[in-house]
């Protein structure tokens, strides 16, 4: 758990801080409430030297973010369809990020089903990252904000988790480097989202 007071915490690689930030709580407030998510999956990406990330090329303006400070969010658009949420670690200037997965939602609970519909079960809330963005309120607006400064969304500290309940796999749902051992979760929580191995992943040399 990173309880995000310490700014020095998150400017470490992102396979460090990915673990780490499992436990800890990701808060926004907008006009319509406030909804709180603890972290139960992340997944690392280590910019220019990840063929997954989206630094891999070189800085853009989409991307800057990532490239630092530390402790601001980096929000993108998945297919055109989802806002995804990823915590900036390493040291400025050079790209480095941790795509936030999955979560439980602590607060707000009625605010987030009416965001991702009534019906949707408790544990699905905020399961995968475009969920978890959905039911948080978080959206392009988002981008570049300061996680341990910031009024509208912030990171906290919440459940320190034992490292015997961390668990290691293959990133989600990415063509290159997927086999990567860089997505991190909790073992046996119901809120983690199933494995799915892109259609067009191919074996690649890992880290």
Same mark, same amino acid.
């Given at each position: 758990?990173? =309880? ?7 400017t ?8 780490e930030?499992?436990g800890?709580?990701l808060? &926004?407030?907008?006009? /319509? ?5 603890t972290i139960? /999956?992340?997944?690392?990406?280590? #910019?220019?030297? =990840?063929?997954?990330?989206?630094a ?12 630092g400070p530390?402790?601001?969010l980096?929000v ?16 400025? @200037? ?5 795509l936030?997965?999955a979560?439980?939602?602590?607060e707000?609970e =009625?605010l987030a089903?009416?965001r991702?519909g009534?019906?949707?079960? #408790?544990?699905r809330l ?6 978890? &963005?959905?039911?948080l #309120?978080?959206t392009? /607006? ?7 400064? #910031? ?21 989600v @749902? ?5 086999d ?8 046996g ?17 890992g880290?």
């Amino acid at each position: 758990m990173i =309880d995000g007071q310490d700014r020095r915490l998150l400017t470490r690689p992102a396979e460090e801080v990915a673990p780490e930030l499992l436990g800890s709580v990701l808060t &926004c407030k907008t006009p /319509e409430g406030t909804v709180s998510i603890t972290i139960t /999956e992340t997944e690392a990406y280590s #910019g220019t030297a =990840d063929p997954a990330s989206h630094a891999y090329r070189g800085r853009t303006p989409r991307n800057a973010v990532m490239f630092g400070p530390a402790g601001h969010l980096y929000v993108y658009r998945s297919h055109g369809l989802h806002w995804c949420a990823n915590v900036v670690t390493g040291t400025d @200037g050079i790209a480095s990020a941790v795509l936030v997965r999955a979560g439980r939602v602590v607060e707000g609970e =009625d605010l987030a089903r009416r965001r991702r519909g009534e019906t949707v079960e #408790g544990p699905r809330l905020a399961r995968g990252p475009g969920n978890f &963005c959905q039911a948080l #309120g978080i959206t392009a /607006e988002h981008n570049g904000a300061d996680l341990l400064a #910031g009024t509208s969304v912030r990171l906290s500290g919440g459940e320190r988790v034992p490292a015997a309940l961390i668990q290691t796999g293959p990133r989600v @749902g990415v063509s290159k480097a997927h086999d990567w051992q860089h997505r991190f979760y909790l073992a046996g929580d119901a809120t983690v989202s199933a494995y799915r191995l892109s259609p067009r992943a191919r074996p690649s040399a890992g880290a």
